[in-house]
């Protein structure tokens, strides 16, 4: 039997980088986050265009009164006299941008700034009887577009048809310069924005906080001890208390479904042993009459039967034992030490074992359950190897690595995540194997999570088995009795 580990690559740091943020916008911060930044968006976009547009409104309106009294003033006055020139400003009322053009666009009077420049406007009454003139300019010699009013004068003082022009500039909003304000604006939106998305992540962060103290006291309770309950206090009241309540209830009724689970699994085990051992006892005897009966290949098959099943029968009770926490004192002990002795007293190996093992790594643990590890993860890859089977034993930073290597087809990497299933078999294993209880690596996981390590498969040619252990500090004396605690 093939069971399935779960070792997972952990990828370059792009993908690492794509998984975070992928699980940071698919999650409800992320959601809420992206919705305020988006609302945020549109409603400070129109606030933005509405408020440019009561700017310019304002602002063309300011100039076009200041221009138009300007101008009608100064064309009441051509009527009877000539203005001057240069054409002196009325006061700080009226604007000092003013020209006088004749009927062939010549200019005839400017102010002392338009002095010597050619007419603001050309711009003349579309209607004979109006006598108004409302445009925009942008002469060249000027830094800010112009809002213009002319005053036409059909008789004036100048002894020909004029116009009055009087211009404003008008601010950088609605001339050249606009473009560099609207980016100025632009940048404001977007740092508007990303403020507002920064709260709302740093808000929604706070808010949901308790929820992931409640997630990960729940992901240790259940990878450790399901009589553990949530704190009720990490919730802060309201909704997330009830939550937190109803996951302590949740968390109640599971462990009395698991404890009754595993007192019918220990139990049943027990009372099928005596039986078990009974049917085998007389199945052997059978066997080994020496009368040749027509039944007796029979028997032995049947011998083999019982003997499997009487081998499920112990593991159930040896996981039930481990589920419930039933552990020896762990000792600290040297793990390359264990398993050569481990490899050293097995006779019966089908495929040679080529050793790799690391002196001075040490380990807390059973030894006893520790070689049943190793003894599990062998008879896996003795059962699925080819030619040749690799255990090594070294270290890779804190922890102490027992890894077992064969040269097989190797897990598919699709089943991983079905990690060390009860009794679960790929199709080659069950094409090929029928000695396997189908609790073995079950069991060796079971052993190596009560120790505080991991067991599972990681990539590489063939079938690779890792377990995980904490590295401890050696004994007093290296090669002493074991220290127990």
């Known amino acids: 039997m093939r069971d399935i580990g779960g070792g997972v690559d952990g990828g370059s740091w792009k993908g690492r980088f794509a998984r975070i943020w992928a699980r940071a916008f698919h999650s409800v911060r992320g959601r809420v986050t992206a919705i305020a930044v988006g609302a945020a968006a549109v409603v400070l976009s129109i606030c933005l265009l509405l408020v440019l547009a009561l700017i310019r409104q304002r602002s063309v309106g300011e100039a076009a009164e200041t221009a138009s009294h300007t101008a009608r003033s100064l064309a009441i006055k051509a009527v009877t006299e000539r203005l001057g020139d240069p054409i002196p400003r009325i006061n700080t009322a009226h604007t000092d941008l003013v020209q006088v053009v004749g009927a062939h666009n010549e200019v005839l009077a400017a102010s002392l700034r338009l002095h010597g420049d050619p007419p603001v406007s050309t711009a003349r009454p579309a ?26 004068v059909g008789e004036s003082a100048y002894g020909q048809p004029v116009t009055v022009y009087a211009a404003v500039e008008l601010p950088g909003l609605l001339n050249d310069d606009g473009a560099a304000l609207g980016a100025r604006a632009l940048i404001l939106l977007l740092a508007l924005i990303c403020l507002i998305g920064l709260g709302t992540w740093t808000a929604i962060g706070a808010a949901l906080r308790p929820v992931e103290e409640i997630t990960g006291e729940l992901a240790e309770i259940t990878a450790s001890d399901l009589s553990r309950r949530v704190p009720v206090h990490y919730s802060g009241g309201g909704e997330v208390q009830e939550l937190a309540e109803t996951v302590n209830a949740t968390l109640g009724r599971l462990e009395q479904a698991t404890d009754r689970q595993r007192r019918f699994v220990a139990e049943a085990s027990h009372d099928l042993r005596n039986p078990i051992a009974g049917l085998l006892t007389r199945l052997e005897v059978l066997d080994g009459e020496d009368e040749d009966y027509p039944w007796k290949e029979d028997v032995s098959e049947a011998v083999h039967d019982v003997e499997r099943l009487s081998a499920i029968v112990e593991d159930l009770l040896e996981l039930a034992r481990l589920e419930a926490g039933a552990a020896p004192p762990s000792v600290t002990l040297d793990l390359g030490g264990l398993v050569r002795d481990e490899i050293a007293q097995r006779m019966t190996d089908r495929l040679p074992i080529t050793a790799d093992l690391a002196d001075g790594i040490w380990v807390r643990g059973s030894g006893l359950r520790l070689s049943r590890v190793l003894e599990n993860l062998l008879a896996n890859a003795e059962r699925h190897g080819r030619e040749g089977v690799r255990v090594q034993v070294r270290a890779d930073g804190p922890q102490a690595v027992l890894g077992v290597y064969d040269d097989g ?54 079938g690779r088995f890792e377990m995980r252990l904490p590295l401890a500090e050696p004994p007093a004396e290296p090669g002493g009795p074991e220290t127990e605690v």
Do not use: M, W
């Not at 209607?127 to 002319?150: E, S």
């Not at 094409?431 to 991991?454: K, M, Q, Y």
């Open 127 to 152: 209607d004979a009887d109006d006598i108004r003139i409302d445009t925009t300019a942008c002469p060249q010699n000027f830094n800010h577009c112009l809002y213009v009013v002319g005053f036409h």
């Open 409 to 462: 087809a190797g897990v598919p990497e699709e089943y991983r995540e079905r990690i060390f299933e009860r009794f679960a078999r790929l199709k080659e294993s069950r094409d090929r194997d029928t000695g396997g209880t189908g609790l073995g690596l079950p069991i060796a996981r079971e052993i190596a999570h009560n120790f505080g390590g991991t067991l599972g498969v990681v990539d590489g040619p063939g």
